[in-house]
């Protein structure tokens, strides 16, 4: 299985419809998936995989004998979390029940044991002949999900049960089968994530080790599951992110203007940054020669936390604290002087969590008991914290 939870093999197999899953991996990826476009040879004589690859961002492999070496028919397999085949033709689902393993496709269904679903279209004479109904039924004794094909328009004048679903019925089915939540429809959540710089001259700042990485996943998790997001990002590349309303921040005083314009409307807010306690009293417009560099005289940042939570109304908030030792109690105070209703906290020794996809630390709760984390990734983590803020709603 994958770091993310969210890795899915996109099998496409060779019949008209396969052009309509270019919406699919679409819609897919606007709720947070991380899609793997897995043709069968036949499928490329209607959608090239240029096309699975530019939308996609990954390469496209249809053969076993593809980069041997990497053994792809395991590596992805075990890398995923779930498998969506559309379109799965009367062929394709005969090879799969079957056991047939003669192309890429049909060799990670076998190799993965993950949660399979099969999205039927062909022609109503081949959805109704008793060799594809006993396939069906095969995979469905199997464990797969196989959804029954709508009833509509076929390819050419013919009309009848066969047709490729509409996607809205593919993402929702799907979502079912993966557990994808939507329970934050009609709420605003605002995320702010990564590391303030204070300008020392036109090169040189102060910063911290933050990425961005567990705010960015938080950003996700809240839009995969409803929400209306905002992230406010200091420092961080924010040109893949898709669906989100981002407001690309520097520093602390910027960050505080967004959080003043944004909070009075949003109903959690979630400080995931890393924001610098102090900045230079001055920034100087050009650089300071080595020789020159002596000291710098600093006065505290404002903290933007503390300054929020005393205009909060029927907000969430959630905070994060990032502490080298007594790190429980140190979050229980600031979760107490701050107002927080939940605080994730972990012990950072070492330069451990920063800019890695896993994390481990200790969930504090208003209303509630301590929850100890082991290791877990920063979307599992994302989606702990948001089945929280929902709690703390009501």
């Keep these: 299985m994958s770091a993310t939870g969210r ?4 099998g496409v197999g060779a019949g008209i419809a396969a052009y309509k899953s270019a919406d699919l991996v679409r819609r897919l990826q606007d709720r947070g998936y991380h899609v793997r476009v897995v043709p069968t040879p036949a499928s490329l004589n209607f959608v090239g995989a240029s096309t699975w690859e530019a939308l996609t961002g990954r390469p496209v492999r249809t053969q076993v004998w593809e980069d041997v070496h990497e053994g792809a028919h395991i590596s992805l397999a075990h890398d995923s979390d779930f498998f969506l085949i559309a379109p799965a033709t009367a062929d394709l689902i005969a090879r799969i029940a079957t056991g047939r393993a003669d192309d ?16 039927p279209a062909m022609h109503s004479h081949m959805w109704n002949d008793p060799a594809t109904k006993a396939n069906v039924e095969t995979l469905r004794s199997r464990g797969f999900v196989v959804l029954e094909p709508d009833t509509g ?4 004048n013919d009309s009848g049960p066969g047709r490729f679903p509409e996607t809205n019925r593919i993402i929702e089915e799907f979502d079912s089968m993966t ?6 429809v009609g709420r605003r959540v605002l995320v702010t994530a990564g590391g303030t710089r204070e300008a020392i001259d036109p090169v040189r700042y102060i910063g911290n080790r933050s990425s961005g990485k567990q705010g960015l996943a938080l950003a996700r998790a809240a839009a995969m599951r409803g929400a209306d997001v905002h992230l406010i990002a200091a420092n961080m590349d924010t040109s893949a992110i898709h669906g989100i309303t981002v ?12 959080l003043k314009d944004q909070f009075a409307s949003c109903d959690v807010l979630i400080m995931c940054a890393a924001v610098a306690d102090a900045r230079p009293t001055q920034k100087l417009n050009e650089k300071i020669k080595k020789a020159s560099f002596t000291s710098i005289e600093l006065e505290t940042n404002p903290d933007l936390l503390a300054e929020i939570s005393t205009t909060k109304t029927n907000q ?3 905070g994060f604290a990032a502490e080298t030792s007594d790190h429980i109690e140190s979050a229980r105070s600031k979760m107490q002087a701050k107002g927080l209703d939940v605080i994730y906290v972990n012990d950072v020794s070492g330069g451990a969590i920063f800019g890695k996809d896993v ?3 200790t969930i504090l709760l208003r209303n509630g008991e301590d929850i100890a984390l082991k290791e877990v990734s920063k979307d599992a983590l994302a989606e702990i914290l948001l089945d929280h803020a929902i709690r703390q709603l009501g």
């Design 359 to 361: 994390t481990h630390g």
């Design 316 to 318: 969430v908030i959630i």
């Design 153 to 156: 328009r076929l390819a050419g």
């Design 7 to 10: 890795e899915v093999i996109l």
């Design 247 to 258: 407001s690309n921040v520097e520093s602390a005083l910027d960050m505080r203007e967004v």
């Design 179 to 184: 557990g994808h939540k939507r329970d934050l």
């Design 104 to 119: 890429l496709l049909t060799n990670l269904v076998l190799a993965s044991d993950a949660p399979k679903m099969v999205i």
